[in-house]
Every structure is written in C-alpha cells, then in structure tokens.
C-alpha cells in the first residue's frame, strides 16, 4: 500500500513506520522538519514539508493521521491550548479536505484521537458508547474526530485511535518516570484512586496495522488494555518491577500548582475498556496487564510481535 502518514516521527508514529516498512508498504511522512524523516522513519520513507506536495497525480491507499503539539509538555495557556487545538483540528480539517480534492481518494484513513475525549468517569467503566467530556481535553478530542469524519463523505472508511497511556521505556510517560523510580522516588499520585488506562506500544501497532486492511474496521476504537489499574497499583508494579519502594505521595494540590490545568492528564481518573478491539476487529492483546509488560523484559516490555 501507498501509506502517508502525519506524526510519524514522533514516540508512537515512529515504531510504526518501521513496522510498516516491514511490511513492505511505500511511505510518505510529512514533517515539519523532513531532513530528519529518513532517521527516524526509515531509509526509504518519502519526506512532505507540506500538504502543497500532494500534486494530482499522487495517490495513497490509506492515511494515517497522528500530528500533534505535545500535550503534557508546557502550561495550557491560552496560546498553547490554540497550539495543541490547531496542530490537530485544524491540521486534520487541512489533510481531508486534500484528501477529497485527490483524483483518487484514498480508501481510508486512521486518525487520532485519545482517552481524553471521555474526561473524568471516577470508578465508572466506559466504553466507546460514551459520548465525549465538556472539559478541554474532551473538546479537543471530538472536534479532532469530527474532522476526521468529514472524510467519510467521500466514501472513505475512518477509524478513530480512542488511545490511551502508551507504555514503552523508549519515550512516552512511562520513559519519563523511570529515572524517579529507579532513583527510589516514584510516587503515587493524589489519593491513588483514579484509574490510568494505558496500552504497551506493541500493540498499539499491531492494533493500528490491523484497521488498514480490516474493512469492518471503522469508527471509535478505545486503545487500551483490557485491565486498567489505579494509579496506586500502577505505581506499586513498577516500583516492583524495579525492586525499589515508591512509599511517597505527591499531593494534588501540589500537582495543580506546578502544572496547572494539565494535571488532569494525571489526576483524572478513567477505567477505559477497548469494547471494538475485542466485538469488531475480534483482535487479542498480547500484553493484556500490566504485569505482563514489566515482566517481558522488565520493564521496557520491548517484546515485538
Ligand atoms: N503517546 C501517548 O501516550 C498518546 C496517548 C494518547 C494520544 N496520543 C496522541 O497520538 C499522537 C502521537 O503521539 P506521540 O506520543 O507519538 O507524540 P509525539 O512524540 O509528541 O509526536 C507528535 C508528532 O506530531 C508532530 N507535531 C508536533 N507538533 C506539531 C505541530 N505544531 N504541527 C504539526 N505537527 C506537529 C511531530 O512531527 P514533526 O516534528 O516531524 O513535524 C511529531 O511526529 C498525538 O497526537 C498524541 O496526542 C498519544
């Protein structure tokens, strides 16, 4: 397949352009910064600077839609929330309406989303019958699907990346806790309770790869691990799997003042359920808890398929 993929140069678009290569698909990756694409994708991925580079006679089969300012990086202010909302509503609107002007429109296309479109649901399970949050993190997320949906208009099959918390050592919220931990000063967040759905990288790829060829697949797709913990066990595993203690406690007040808005992203509490992973696409996941992550190769979980 001809492949054009948004993001994949970033933690979870990188692994899989490789995976895709792999598979012998022909890539296009649009960057920012495109002399970087060949390292971080692949030799032989095709690099865009722009969406200007589509010309008539170029034709994809599938797009894959993962651009995005990162979330958790800076303050949500007024001019970074425009930046995280642009990066991805806009972008997505800019990218199907392309799509729609192509001679041949490709036959679908993956966009994401996230587990933030749900908001806080306390203890209550959700699947992805849920309709999004007010907050936003939830706005964000249905503009960006609502964008995206757009492209099925045009006859095009649009499956949605519901993901949540990716874990991989290489990167993500997971890399960036490891060095407090192995250092013996992971800490549980807030009272602990809320619920932190996450999903390893593997199969997160393996579940994207899948909806390319998959013709059932389209729609909503919550990316998470059939067993979602609290971040209470989250942190007591890890630590586990570490062999250090994580007896300490970072207050929410404290995590308020130092991140402001965006400590939601790790206070509130969502115990996501991937319903269509299992009743649509009829797919398994190979690291269903998250033992089985810090216990295949502790804890980078770098087991590939
Ligand atoms: N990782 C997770 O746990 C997770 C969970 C839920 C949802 N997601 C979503 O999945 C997507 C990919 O996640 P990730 O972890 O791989 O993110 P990432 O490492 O930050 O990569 C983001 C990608 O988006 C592009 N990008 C960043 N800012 C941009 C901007 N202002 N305009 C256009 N493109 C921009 C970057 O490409 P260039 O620098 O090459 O232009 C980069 O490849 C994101 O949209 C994220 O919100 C991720």
Not at 193 to 215: C, E, G, K, N, Y
Not at 255 to 271: I, V
């Amino acid at each position: 397949m001809r492949i054009l993929i948004t993001g994949g140069t970033g933690f979870i678009g990188r692994p899989l352009c490789a995976a895709l290569a792999a598979d012998g698909h022909d890539l296009t990756v649009l960057s920012r910064r495109p002399e970087r694409v060949s390292a971080r994708c692949g030799a032989g991925v095709t690099a865009w600077r722009a969406l200007a580079e589509w010309r008539d006679d170029c034709f994809f089969d599938a797009v894959i839609n993962l651009a995005g300012e990162p979330i958790f990086d800076a303050r949500w202010t007024a001019a970074r929330k425009r930046l995280l909302w642009d990066s991805r509503v806009a972008l997505t609107r800019e990218l199907v309406a392309r799509m729609s002007r192509a001679r041949r429109t490709p036959a679908v296309l993956i966009s994401g989303s996230a587990i933030g479109f749900y908001g806080d649901q306390g203890a209550a399970a959700v699947n992805e019958r849920a309709g999004p949050a007010g907050d936003f993190l939830g706005t964000l997320c249905a503009a960006w699907e609502k964008a995206a949906q757009e492209a099925e208009v045009r006859g095009v099959r649009v499956c949605l990346l519901r993901t949540g918390l990716v874990l991989h050592a290489g990167g993500g919220m997971l890399g960036r806790m490891l060095t407090p931990f192995r250092l013996g000063l992971g800490a549980r967040l807030g009272d602990g309770r809320q619920w932190m759905s996450w999903i390893h990288l593997d199969d997160w790829v393996a579940l994207t790869r899948h909806m390319l060829t998959d013709p059932d697949a389209s729609g909503p797709f919550n990316l998470t691990a059939p067993e979602p913990v609290t971040n209470a066990v989250f942190t007591a595993t890890l630590a586990c799997a570490l062999h250090r203690p994580a007896l300490a406690v970072v207050p929410a007040w404290l995590l308020r003042a130092a991140l402001g808005e965006r400590a939601c992203l790790l206070l509130t509490s969502q115990r996501v359920l991937p319903w269509r992973v299992g009743t649509t696409l009829g797919c398994r996941f190979r690291y269903a808890r998250l033992g089985e992550v810090f216990a295949r190769g502790a804890p980078s979980g770098s087991g590939g398929r």
